[in-house]
């Protein structure tokens, strides 16, 4: 408390005492001794304002911070330590970029629904690595004269190279484990350098039969029908092709054989000519200078219009050939894979058949698929100069063969049917309650054998005349993996003995088939 | 009449044409050099705009790309479309006719000087006040010294670092090769990086203060006192160098795709002119001119050069020193 307001208390008590009575001395005394405290107290304070000045002073009462000291110069050995932590960074920095620079030359392997790529850095550059394995069982009823054996088979075993280098220059080397004489179905190299012309070299599918044309882990049933085993499986040649887009559109290039993404497509081929239903062993050459011609045009004329109507496509291919003494393959049944027609079993005194000059084949084909609905269909004239021998003297019959079939399928879990594979929306999962995609399917088929045949074939040995019907039911489980289920019944006329002569025919096949195929 | 009617058509004719206005043609060229020239183009390409604007009224842009001159070869090999390349040394130009024919055989006597519009040499870079010495080559091999120097198998510049050294050493060895070998494998043991180009090699030495000694292009060492100051840094001169000669050539092969062969051609001749060559100088580089490089001689120390010729060229010196498993992928392995 100051001084001044000390005196001021002071007087104030003095004044309020010179008013007072005797009887108000005790009060005084008391009121007195009150001062006497109050002035001690006051004294105490003075001290304690006093001691408080001083701090003020001293500057440890103010709100300002106090100034600090200088940082001191860092040691050497501190400086040393920056400079080598520096250097150390500078080392990584320079490392990484050493690194990001190698890392992006780095080719990109890649694993996933499109199976197993490696891609150059600059994407000129790319392999495939793919694969198919197919067991299938076949069960047949009715099979009286046991002329056909139940059995599991291993129908592919493949795995093989696919790409392209510089860009533009694809390949396809392809071999099948499985495959008891002919061990490499395709190997081939196609330079598309634009997608109105390609040059496709090697060995490969002749554009001849559409269903031919389909992957061989494609299609909708576990085997090909008739019309497909009058064309060669695959030949060895050369072959221009290409592909035009809907005025407006550009065309896709689509490397080998295959292309059903265009608006137009055509392909035009010289081969060897491997015969019907023939595929050349690798170590097989040409036995003969003439050549086959094949070529095949086929559109999509409704692309990028009504969608209902852009998987319609619709073509025509045709060959011609010479051959000379070429060995003839027997025919067999789609599903069962049975001979019907064997080349080998001929009349008394007759030489077995060879195709033997002129081989023409002419295939209108067409397809659709709509959403989940698909239908297929294909004609096939066949017609072949065929040679043979009784005793001793020249034969020579011409032989004009038909076939034809008719298949439609339908996806009834939501997919989209197509003439490739169907992907399934959902895997199979059952724990999660998702059953892949399911397909069913229908297909007729016939081939007619031409009656010139048994001129040197007997009759009673080789049907003249197949149809097959088929049902099917495939069940994709994932994009790689699938299983396929067949009935096939197949009903012939002649091929079955003679009988008054009469020819019998060979009692009609019934098989039970299924696949179960893997392929990446 | 008839001959009237025709003087008639010539005026009229010419009359359109004073009077027509000609629209000019854009062009665009690209310029891939080595790392420390980008002071250099970036006053330099402005200039030359204006020239060809005056010459042809026609606009040129030029875009630069700057990298060790090892890895531009590479880049331009692999695809990089350069109109023309104005790399480190002749070798690395040289490359594109050898491996991709971007470039005639002869291109090296397409230009004055062997197509070297400038030169410069191999210099040191020390802290101010120059606290370790360093006053020659041999005093960057003793122990305790830290060098800066760039990675000889991306950049130019380190290339010609070596090379420097190597003569020195063998100059002061009675050109021993044994010698020289110990002399620049003590040099990298005392490497502290090695950037991939110089100007990330300055760039350590001076931002990032990492070690003692930078062995860099003389320019550059000029360019770092005058950007960051003389009063951080002290340049050193070695008794004796090397005489760099960074090459230009047209990419004739991408030119011609371009339609730029005529303005790239040019945008090299006009370095020789004497309008670049005052750039080069003011630049630091040393000029080919006579008359440009005496008026700038007075900023560069004497020293004594050689040149890469005493090593049999570029292809020799390549493949014995710099190529796979060459002299310094055995160096750096034993330097490590």
Redesign the interface.
């Known amino acids: 408390m100051k001084p001044l307001q000390r005196t001021a208390l002071a007087s104030v008590i003095n004044l309020i005492l010179l008013g007072m009575s005797s009887a108000q001395a005790a009060d005084t005394q008391a009121l007195e001794k009150r001062i006497r405290e109050l002035e001690t107290r006051l004294a105490k304070m003075d001290q304690l304002e006093r001691r408080l000045e001083k701090l003020d002073q001293a500057g440890l009462l103010s709100s300002k911070p106090l100034a600090l000291a200088a940082p001191a110069a860092p040691s050497p050995e501190v400086e040393k330590l920056?400079?080598k932590v520096?250097?150390l960074?500078?080392?990584l920095e320079?490392q990484d970029?050493?690194n990001t620079g190698a890392f992006q030359k780095l080719p990109v392997f890649d694993v996933g629904e499109n199976g197993f790529r490696i891609t150059s850095s600059?994407k000129k550059h790319q392999v495939r690595i793919r694969g198919a394995i197919q067991a299938d069982g076949r069960f047949f009823s009715e099979d009286v004269t046991q002329r056909s054996t139940d059995s599991f088979d291993l129908k592919q075993a493949r795995i093989w190279l696919e790409g392209y280098v510089f860009k533009n220059i694809y390949y396809k080397l392809m071999p099948d484990f499985a495959a008891s004489g002919n061990i490499l179905p395709d190997a081939y190299i196609d330079y598309a350098y634009d997608p109105a012309v390609s040059l496709l070299v090697g060995k490969f599918k002749p554009s001849l039969s559409l269903e031919r044309l389909q992957g061989d882990s494609d299609g909708t049933f576990l085997e090909r029908a008739f019309p497909t085993y009058l064309a060669s499986n695959r030949d060895v040649g050369i072959q221009v092709h290409g592909a035009f887009g809907r005025p407006g559109y550009s065309a896709e290039s689509v490397p080998g054989p295959i292309d059903a993404k265009n608006f137009l497509t055509y392909q035009l081929a010289v081969e060897n000519g491997a015969g019907d239903d023939g595929s050349p062993n690798n170590n097989a050459g040409a036995t003969y200078d003439s050549k086959e011609f094949v070529g095949r045009v086929f559109s999509h004329p409704f692309q990028h219009t009504t969608p209902w109507l852009e998987g319609f496509g619709l073509g025509i291919a045709g060959s011609y050939g010479d051959s000379n003494t070429q060995a003839l393959k027997n025919q067999a049944t789609p599903i069962g894979r049975t001979t019907y027609l064997d080349y080998t079993k001929t009349n008394s005194g007759y030489a077995a058949p060879t195709a033997d000059g002129d081989r023409n084949r002419l295939y209108p084909q067409a397809y659709w698929y709509a959403g989940p609905f698909g239908l297929m269909g294909e004609y096939v004239t066949s017609n072949q100069q065929l040679s043979s021998t009784k005793s001793g003297k020249a034969v020579s019959i011409k032989q004009d063969n038909t076939a034809w079939q008719v298949l439609a399928s339908y996806v009834l879990t939501g997919e989209d049917n197509s003439f490739g594979a169907v992907k399934p929306i959902q895997n199979f999962d059952p724990f999660k309650g998702t059953w892949g995609a399911w397909q069913l399917a229908a297909r007729w088929s016939e081939l007619n054998v031409d009656s010139n045949t048994f001129k040197v074939v007997d009759p009673s040995k080789s049907a003249n005349h197949a149809t097959a019907w088929t049902l099917g039911v495939n069940w994709y489980l994932n994009s790689y993996a699938l299983i396929r289920t067949d009935y096939e019944q197949v009903s012939f006329k002649g091929g079955a003995g003679l009988d008054a002569n009469h020819v019998n025919n060979r009692p009609s096949e019934h098989v039970f088939a299924t696949r179960f195929q893997l392929s990446f | 009449m008839k001959h009237n009617f025709l003087k008639l058509i010539v005026a009229a004719s010419l009359s359109i044409l004073a009077t027509s206005n000609i629209q000019a043609a854009e062009v665009k060229l690209l310029n891939v050099s080595y790392d420390p020239t980008r002071e250099l183009y970036q006053e330099y390409n402005p200039v030359f705009a204006k020239y060809w604007k005056e010459k042809t009224g026609d606009d040129v842009t030029i875009n630069q790309s700057h990298a060790g001159s090892g890895k531009q070869a590479r880049s331009v090999l692999?695809?990089l479309e350069a109109d023309v390349v104005t790399l480190a040394l002749a070798y690395d130009v040289d490359q594109l006719y050898q491996k991709r024919k971007l470039i005639p055989e002869d291109w090296q006597s397409l230009l004055p000087n062997n197509s070297s519009p400038y030169t410069s040499t191999i210099v040191f870079l020390v802290r101010k006040g120059n606290p370790k010495g360093i006053k020659d080559w041999n005093d960057i091999v003793k122990s305790g010294i830290?060098i800066v120097t760039p990675n000889p198998k991306t950049s130019g510049g380190a290339r010609w670092n070596f090379l420097a050294a190597w003569g020195y050493a063998l100059k002061h060895n009675n050109n021993e090769e044994a010698a020289a070998k110990t002399f620049v494998t003590q040099l990298y043991k005392n490497a502290?990086?090695?950037?991939?180009g110089a100007r990330?090699a300055t760039t350590?030495f001076v931002e990032?203060?990492?070690?003692d000694v930078l062995i860099t292009w003389e320019n550059e060492a000029y360019m770092v006192l005058k950007e960051f100051g003389a009063d951080k840094f002290e340049l050193v001169t070695p008794s004796l160098s090397i005489l760099t000669e960074p090459p230009v050539a047209v990419v004739e092969d991408v030119a011609r795709k371009h339609g730029t062969t005529d303005v790239a051609t040019e945008y090299l001749k006009h370095l020789y002119s004497k309008e670049g060559q005052e750039l080069i100088g003011k630049n630091y580089y040393r000029p080919t001119d006579p008359e440009v490089a005496a008026k700038y001689a007075k900023q560069f120390q004497p020293l004594q050069l050689f040149k890469i010729d005493e090593f049999g060229g570029w292809n020799v010196a390549q493949n014995k020193f710099f190529a796979d498993d060459g002299l310094f992928d055995q160096i750096y392995g034993a330097g490590k």
């Open positions: 920056n400079r520096n250097t960074e500078r080392k320079v970029e050493v600059d | 692999e695809g830290s502290a990086v090695l950037d991939t990330g350590s990032r203060e990492i070690g």
